[in-house]
């Protein structure tokens, strides 16, 4: 490999760069913050804050998730980068989550001097952050009520969930817990993207959506 005799174990530019799973090991239900006492997680129980393991400080390999529902694509055995990785039927993940060094949202977001990179997400969804609302892209409530969204989601910001989502719970009891949480106490993954109404609920921008929301606890 380049550079002659590189030691591929170790940390190389290039070759072996901190990715999103470094990170993003999973979800609520499974993520190496719940296993691994080598790695520093974050408040939220499901992030971490640092992409290589404690014990592994001489060469900083960064880490691979074995819960892939956040992880780049993979090639011929090689984890693609992000700016060439895909999901989603095809769609690149820069397409929803913004540029590599400038994913949204980029601050500042609000006030009288918005970042340009906010740009796009705003004229495609009306709001910044990645791009969450299906009808960017879908027409308005053509999607069917199942969690083939990206990264596993429902359709977003759609009333026809209300009615749907009590079947779809009883068939992916443990998907449901990944995000709104294993006790259905809403998670960092559950948030809302911007102040909504679906049907007669309103919901504040970053709220994290628990089951008690809108009704008794399932779990």
Not at 51 to 56: E, G, I, L, P, Q
Request: glycine fraction near 10%.
């Amino acid at each position: 490999p380049f550079p002659a005799g590189a030691d591929l174990t170790k940390r190389i530019p290039w070759a072996n760069e901190p990715k999103c799973q470094s990170c993003h090991t999973g979800d609520a239900v499974s993520n190496l913050g719940l296993t691994d006492p080598n790695v520093i997680k974050s408040s939220d129980g499901i992030r971490l804050l640092q992409a290589y393991r404690t014990n592994d400080t001489a060469n900083a390999v960064p880490i691979l998730a074995t819960n892939k529902r956040f992880a780049e694509e993979t090639a011929n055995g090689n984890t693609v980068l992000y700016r060439l990785s895909k999901g989603h039927s095809g769609v690149s993940c820069e397409a929803c989550h913004g540029s590599t060094h400038a994913e949204w949202p980029v601050k500042p977001e609000s006030g009288t001097a918005i970042a340009n990179d906010n740009v796009a997400a705003m004229q495609l969804q009306g709001h910044t952050g990645k791009i969450i609302e299906c009808a960017a892209c879908h027409t308005s409530g053509s999607l069917p009520v199942t969690l083939n969204g990206p990264h596993g989601m429902h359709p977003v910001g759609d009333s026809r969930f209300i009615s749907g989502h009590d079947n779809l719970f009883g068939a992916n009891r443990a998907q449901c817990q990944a995000c709104h949480g294993q006790t259905g106490q809403g998670t960092v993954l559950s948030k809302v993207a911007v102040n909504r109404t679906v049907g007669s609920r309103t919901f504040t921008k970053d709220e994290m959506i628990a089951c008690t929301r809108c009704h008794d606890n399932p779990m």
